[in-house]
């Protein structure tokens, strides 16, 4: 099934005539009405040619509108600075914290879907133009590499995903879409603690050669995240100064087949928090892809192949008596890894069945180098932590359209996962002799995993629709290999480590026409064998391969734990009253628990940490003069514990942002945005000495935005 039409054609796509079946339209008018755009060809003729937009991007799989998807276009992912902030209009997606990549470690940016359990390392899968983002050390995202500028959409597919989107897809999938286009736009602003943002991307075309850039500069002197009376003088700003660049090129090699190429590079500083504590982010990512669309008759293909070359740097202390001292604990200097893979698919269409089959490999190859145990004024130890690791698999998806509006499809993967080269490297700094020489045995499977749906259009936009799925993350080598000290707190790697399994069932309906949209899925999920922090330990005590842990301090290890079980409720809506008032609302239910097992049978009944049952988002979009525009996006998150054990709690917290925006000329708009406008108190975590840190207080920024045709 050729993909949607798209508006726009370059820098990254390519327009070329066909003919299409009737079958065919009506796959494209629903895979357009999924994105928001009306098929120009609705009801005509099937003899009636149709532009077809080769892209970059991978298109949807064949049967997507049978699973939960949401497509949030480039205005809605320019309502906040840091993308993941503007893509958490989606209840239940979010960081393993509450707290955005304006103020979280990198270590914790990994993104997860529907409240199941957040993960640092992140149980959703993030693709941009099916290049995967995850880092390929800890599966973490870097944000600040991917301006929402240079994003045109971000499409969510909730549910484990089978077909091209891969093992780890756990939860699901964030499929952004890099933006297509001749001209420019840009934006630029400079708000309270010390915020000062630049960011533009554009593109132009040379025959039949497109070029597309993107840049973007921001810094933050932060706030203090934790406040008074706990304050002490261990507690300093979280700042940031994140950099990055990109660039892509495009041109047609063949008639009607597609040859892009694309490199990014970003550069990201922070302080953390706590004393002189800082971590740096770099790295490089590049991809090439060849395309070819499916015509009338004629196989479609398409073949990817990428690699990121990323860095970290990152440094923790412990904290004294009254936050008065800090000691460095840790200071991971380096963490060079390499990740690399592709990805191919054949799609075509039998008489009665749109189908695609295809195959994808990832590798990741990485190291921590670090120093730890600080005594008497200088680090004694060193340690070299890593390995190597692959996943990759083949599938196929087929989707078949009966009378009376019936949808059918179904896909099933097989993957083969290998964890090999695996050590930790242990030495006296003072002798050099070596301490510990730990090589954990290779380890390695087979998993097969599948989907299918179905969908039943009931007239005037009204649907009904049904799945069920399963999948499968591997663990990362973070995970598998490297053991950390964060505060007083100590968490265990753990190479044994077992990837981790989702099952569910969802039932959905929903109404896709008309000026009030909406959709509400019911769904039940099981984790199993889910890779989850454990606390084994509590300090004052000294424990084997760590050493002491002062009062609060918390011994962790990575574990697989027996299951989580979870269903809920998620629903949305969107009203459009007239063309200059909108409003949009969405919330999520999930009722999460955990059965640990006879490996931590103390968790049985437990929600999983960082875990909110409820989260509700609404936004409200209003012009009421031709040249003003008001914007206020709500952001509700009921109680979630900051710790397995459910002892460390953090209240519900409600966020309100506002935006009131000039347009001052057609390519010009003055904006004034106030972030967490009633300055709540969004608590983030609380550590076993009931110290809590804080999310950011209220902000305010002035900006410009400037759009310009081609």
Same mark, same amino acid.
């Not at 079958?23 to 003729?45: D, K, R």
């Not at 969405?586 to 628990?593: H, M, P, Q, R, V």
């Not at 410009?704 to 081609?710: D, E, G, K, S």
């Given at each position: 099934?050729?993909?949607?039409?798209?508006?726009?054609?370059?820098?990254?796509?390519?327009?070329?005539?066909?003919?299409?079946?009737?079958?065919?339209?009506?796959?494209?008018?629903?895979?357009? %009405?999924?994105?928001? +755009?009306?098929? =120009?060809? @609705? #009801?005509?003729?099937? !003899?009636?040619?149709? $532009?077809?937009? /080769?892209?970059?991007?991978?298109?949807?799989?064949?049967?997507?509108?049978?699973?939960?998807?949401?497509?949030?276009?480039?205005?809605?992912?320019?309502?906040?600075?840091?993308?993941?902030?503007?893509?958490?209009?989606?209840?239940?997606?979010?960081?393993?914290?509450?707290?955005?990549?304006?103020?979280?470690?990198?270590?914790?940016?990994?993104?997860?879907?529907?409240?199941?359990?957040?993960?640092?390392?992140?149980?959703?899968?993030?693709?941009?133009?099916?290049?995967?983002?995850?880092?390929?050390?800890?599966?973490?995202?870097?944000?600040?590499?991917?301006?929402?500028?240079?994003?045109? %959409?971000?499409?969510? +597919?909730?549910? =484990?995903? @089978? #077909?091209?989107?891969? !093992?780890?897809?756990? $939860?699901?999938? /964030?499929?952004?879409?890099?933006?297509?286009?001749?001209?420019?736009?840009?934006?630029?602003?400079?708000?309270?603690?010390?915020?000062?943002?630049?960011?533009?991307?554009?593109?132009?075309?040379?025959?039949?050669?497109?070029?597309?850039?993107?840049?973007?500069?921001?810094?933050?002197?932060?706030?203090?995240?934790?406040?008074?009376?706990?304050?002490?003088?261990?507690?300093?700003?979280?700042?940031?100064?994140?950099?990055?660049?990109?660039?892509?090129?495009?041109?047609?090699?063949?008639?009607?087949?597609?040859?892009?190429?694309?490199?990014?590079?970003?550069?990201?500083?922070?302080?953390?928090?706590?004393?002189?504590?800082?971590?740096?982010?770099? #790295?490089?990512?590049?991809?090439?892809?060849?395309?070819?669309?499916?015509?009338?008759?004629?196989?479609?293909?398409?073949?990817?192949?990428?690699?990121?070359?990323?860095?970290?740097?990152?440094?923790?202390?412990?904290?004294?008596?009254?936050?008065?001292?800090?000691?460095?604990?840790?200071?991971?200097?380096?963490?060079?890894?390499?990740?690399?893979?592709?990805?191919?698919?054949?799609?075509?269409?039998?008489?009665?069945?749109?189908?695609?089959?295809?195959?994808?490999?990832?590798?990741?190859?990485?190291?921590?180098?670090?120093?730890?145990?600080?005594?008497?004024?200088?680090?004694?130890?060193?340690?070299?932590?890593?390995?190597?690791?692959?996943?990759?698999?083949?599938?196929?998806?087929?989707?078949?359209?009966?009378?009376?509006?019936?949808?059918?499809?179904?896909?099933?993967?097989?993957?083969?996962?290998?964890?090999?080269?695996?050590?930790?490297?242990?030495?006296?700094?003072?002798?050099?002799?070596?301490?510990?020489?730990?090589?954990?045995?290779?380890?390695?499977?087979?998993?097969?995993?599948?989907?299918?749906?179905?969908?039943?259009?009931?007239?005037?936009?009204?649907?009904?629709?049904?799945?069920?799925?399963?999948?499968?993350?591997?663990?990362?080598?973070?995970?598998?290999?490297?053991?950390?000290?964060?505060?007083?707190?100590?968490?265990?790697?753990?190479?044994?480590?077992?990837?981790?399994?989702?099952?569910?069932?969802?039932?959905?309906?929903?109404?896709?026409?008309?000026?009030?949209?909406?959709?509400?899925?019911?769904?039940?999920?099981?984790?199993?064998?889910?890779?989850?922090?454990?606390?084994?330990?509590?300090?004052?005590?000294?424990?084997?391969?760590?050493?002491?842990?002062?009062?609060?301090?918390?011994?962790?290890?990575?574990?697989?734990?027996?299951?989580?079980?979870?269903?809920?409720?998620?629903?949305?809506?969107?009203?459009?009253?007239?063309?200059?008032?909108?409003?949009?609302?969405?919330?999520?239910?999930?009722?999460?628990?955990?059965?640990?097992?006879?490996?931590?049978?103390?968790?049985?009944?437990?929600?999983?940490?960082?875990?909110?049952?409820?989260?509700?988002?609404?936004?409200?979009?209003?012009?009421?003069?031709?040249?003003?525009?008001?914007?206020?996006?709500?952001?509700?998150?009921?109680?979630?514990?900051?710790?397995?054990?459910?002892?460390?709690?953090?209240?519900?917290?409600?966020?309100?942002?506002?935006?009131?925006?000039?347009?001052?000329?057609?390519?010009?708009?003055?904006?004034?945005?106030?972030?967490?406008?009633?300055?709540?108190?969004?608590?983030?975590?609380?550590?076993?000495?009931?110290?809590?840190?804080?999310?950011?207080?209220?902000?305010?920024?002035?900006?410009?935005?400037?759009?310009?045709?081609?």
């Amino acid at each position: 099934m050729p993909q949607a039409p798209r508006t726009g054609c370059a820098p990254h796509c390519i327009a070329v005539r066909a003919l299409k079946s009737d079958s065919t339209i009506a796959a494209v008018f629903i895979a357009a %009405s999924l994105a928001g +755009v009306a098929p =120009a060809n @609705a #009801g005509e003729s099937a !003899a009636v040619p149709e $532009t077809v937009l /080769i892209t970059a991007r991978p298109p949807d799989p064949v049967g997507n509108a049978a699973f939960s998807t949401t497509l949030i276009d480039a205005p809605q992912l320019r309502v906040a600075p840091e993308l993941d902030q503007a893509l958490r209009q989606v209840p239940g997606l979010s960081l393993f914290r509450r707290n955005s990549s304006l103020s979280a470690n990198p270590s914790v940016q990994g993104v997860s879907l529907r409240s199941i359990a957040p993960s640092g390392a992140g149980r959703a899968i993030v693709t941009l133009d099916g290049v995967p983002q995850n880092d390929p050390f800890g599966g973490w995202v870097i944000w600040s590499s991917l301006p929402a500028e240079n994003i045109q %959409s971000a499409e969510i +597919v909730r549910g =484990a995903g @089978a #077909g091209p989107y891969g !093992a780890g897809a756990l $939860t699901g999938v /964030i499929a952004l879409s890099e933006r297509e286009g001749a001209g420019f736009i840009g934006d630029a602003f400079g708000g309270e603690t010390g915020q000062a943002r630049i960011a533009g991307a554009g593109g132009v075309q040379v025959g039949k050669v497109s070029f597309g850039a993107s840049g973007m500069y921001h810094t933050s002197e932060g706030w203090v995240p934790v406040q008074a009376p706990q304050r002490g003088n261990a507690d300093t700003p979280v700042t940031l100064k994140a950099r990055s660049l990109s660039g892509h090129v495009a041109t047609e090699v063949l008639e009607g087949t597609l040859l892009a190429a694309r490199f990014g590079w970003y550069d990201e500083k922070r302080n953390s928090g706590i004393g002189t504590t800082y971590s740096h982010a770099k #790295g490089t990512t590049g991809s090439i892809t060849i395309a070819h669309p499916e015509e009338s008759g004629d196989l479609g293909w398409r073949a990817q192949a990428w690699y990121r070359d990323t860095d970290l740097a990152n440094t923790s202390a412990a904290v004294g008596a009254g936050r008065a001292t800090t000691t460095p604990s840790n200071n991971q200097y380096a963490t060079p890894a390499i990740g690399w893979g592709g990805n191919a698919a054949l799609r075509g269409t039998f008489a009665f069945a749109d189908w695609e089959v295809g195959a994808d490999g990832r590798f990741a190859d990485g190291e921590s180098r670090e120093l730890f145990t600080f005594q008497t004024g200088s680090f004694r130890s060193s340690r070299f932590a890593g390995g190597r690791s692959f996943v990759g698999g083949i599938y196929g998806e087929a989707a078949t359209r009966l009378e009376d509006g019936w949808l059918l499809t179904a896909g099933i993967r097989v993957d083969e996962w290998e964890n090999t080269n695996g050590h930790i490297i242990e030495r006296s700094l003072a002798t050099n002799a070596v301490t510990l020489d730990s090589h954990p045995a290779s380890r390695s499977g087979a998993i097969p995993t599948a989907r299918a749906g179905v969908r039943k259009e009931l007239g005037d936009g009204l649907y009904l629709r049904s799945s069920a799925y399963e999948g499968f993350r591997a663990p990362s080598l973070n995970e598998l290999y490297r053991p950390f000290r964060l505060g007083n707190n100590f968490t265990q790697s753990n190479a044994a480590l077992e990837p981790e399994r989702l099952y569910g069932v969802e039932l959905g309906a929903g109404d896709d026409e008309g000026a009030l949209t909406w959709n509400l899925t019911g769904f039940w999920n099981r984790l199993s064998g889910a890779i989850s922090n454990v606390t084994v330990g509590t300090g004052p005590g000294t424990f084997p391969g760590v050493g002491f842990l002062p009062a609060g301090g918390l011994y962790i290890q990575r574990q697989n734990v027996g299951s989580i079980r979870a269903y809920g409720l998620e629903g949305d809506a969107q009203w459009e009253l007239d063309p200059d008032f909108a409003l949009r609302g969405a919330f999520t239910l999930t009722d999460a628990k955990v059965n640990g097992g006879t490996r931590a049978a103390q968790l049985t009944g437990k929600r999983p940490s960082q875990t909110p049952r409820w989260t509700v988002t609404g936004g409200v979009v209003a012009s009421p003069f031709n040249d003003l525009t008001l914007e206020a996006y709500l952001r509700y998150e009921s109680l979630r514990f900051s710790d397995d054990l459910n002892t460390l709690r953090l209240p519900d917290a409600t966020t309100i942002d506002a935006k009131a925006t000039w347009h001052i000329w057609p390519t010009t708009d003055l904006y004034l945005a106030v972030d967490n406008l009633f300055n709540a108190k969004v608590a983030t975590s609380r550590g076993g000495d009931q110290v809590v840190t804080y999310d950011a207080p209220r902000m305010l920024r002035i900006g410009v935005t400037v759009a310009l045709a081609p």
